[in-house]
């Protein structure tokens, strides 16, 4: 038993390289379906449900800011992720991020500027699932030190407490 392989990979050192591919594959996936005109029913269906509710939006198309708050948004998430230790509290993290992203577009509406959250969901909630399952297979740095730290950092021998008392 002492010489079985190891269930899982030893910890992944360099989260940054992991947050940049991850990342890229998203953003690739985002734009292609961008490019590609798949979402763009649902864009449109957003937009005109924003002017019938009321909203008066400038439909020039996607603000040109948008490509780097989805830049953004995706390679932020996906190194926040990595550094976050336990499968909990990235999930948590996760869906928080998706739905405090989707409010900012009724936001942004109130103010006339449309800028739908689709692909950007569609990025993020990529980037999000990747790096989860990259994280439960591979340890992070931040939950290796947790546990290493406590066993030999924090402890002090029984021996050099009572040498202390007594010398």
């Not at 008066?56 to 040109?64: K, S, T």
């Not at 490509?67 to 336990?86: A, D, S």
Request: proline share 7%; glycine share 8%.
């Amino acid at each position: 038993m002492a010489n079985s392989p190891p269930k899982y990979s030893p910890a992944h050192h360099h989260p940054l390289t992991v947050a940049a591919v991850v990342g890229s594959f998203a953003m690739a996936v985002g734009l292609v379906v961008r490019v590609s005109g798949i979402l763009l029913g649902a864009e449109n269906a957003l937009l005109e449900f924003y002017q019938n509710v009321g909203f008066y939006l400038d439909v020039d198309g996607q603000p040109w800011w948008a490509i780097l708050v989805l830049l953004v948004l995706t390679y932020g998430l996906t190194f926040l992720l990595l550094e976050v230790p336990g499968l909990s509290r990235r999930l948590l993290i996760a869906v928080s991020f998706v739905v405090l992203m989707a409010s900012a577009s009724p936001v942004l509406a109130l103010w006339g500027v449309f800028w739908s959250p689709v692909v950007a969901s569609l990025c993020v909630g990529w980037s999000a699932i990747c790096v989860i399952l990259w994280a439960c297979r591979h340890p992070m740095p931040c939950e290796r030190g947790v546990q290493e730290a406590a066993g030999d950092e924090k402890v002090i021998p029984i021996s050099k407490e009572q040498g202390r008392k007594t010398g």
